[in-house]
């Protein structure tokens, strides 16, 4: 997921509007797409879990 998170950003970089904003900011927004994918993982993995038990 995390290859994926810098994947994007890296082709970002080279062909998209992230070319266009400052490095610090693409770093922060590559963060917290990071997070948010983070977080919707262990959501998943904790509903898949819950749904198997009952």
């Given at each position: ?6 994947a ?47």
């Amino acid at each position: 997921m995390l290859v994926l998170v810098a994947a994007l950003m890296l082709l970002g970089v080279l062909m998209g509007s992230v070319a266009h904003v400052p490095v610090p900011v693409s770093l922060a927004a590559a963060a917290l797409i990071g997070v948010w994918l983070l977080v919707f993982a262990a959501r998943e993995r904790h509903a898949r879990r819950s749904t198997r038990r009952s």
